[in-house]
């Protein structure tokens, strides 16, 4: 495990290389991405009667975050 000022140091050095802020690539390691049209995620949420369930899709653009995949 690495300590908070060595993932900083990190973070920053990522955040250069992609040209972007901090907050940006916080945002999306969390998963934080809003739902596109034309960006594919290779998912697909299915609706059941009780709940619901994720599948793989190519054509897919549901961003899966902490649930199970079939």
């Avoid at 690495?2 to 050095?13: F, H, S, T, V, W």
């Amino acid at each position: 495990m690495i300590n908070g000022d060595r993932a900083l140091k990190i973070e920053k050095q990522l955040a250069q290389l992609l040209d972007i802020e901090v907050d940006e690539l916080r945002d999306y390691l969390a998963g934080n991405v809003r739902t596109s049209s034309t960006r594919r995620t290779g998912f697909r949420f299915v609706r059941g009667t009780h709940g619901g369930h994720y599948v793989r899709d190519r054509e897919g653009t549901d961003i899966p975050v902490g649930v199970s995949v079939r």
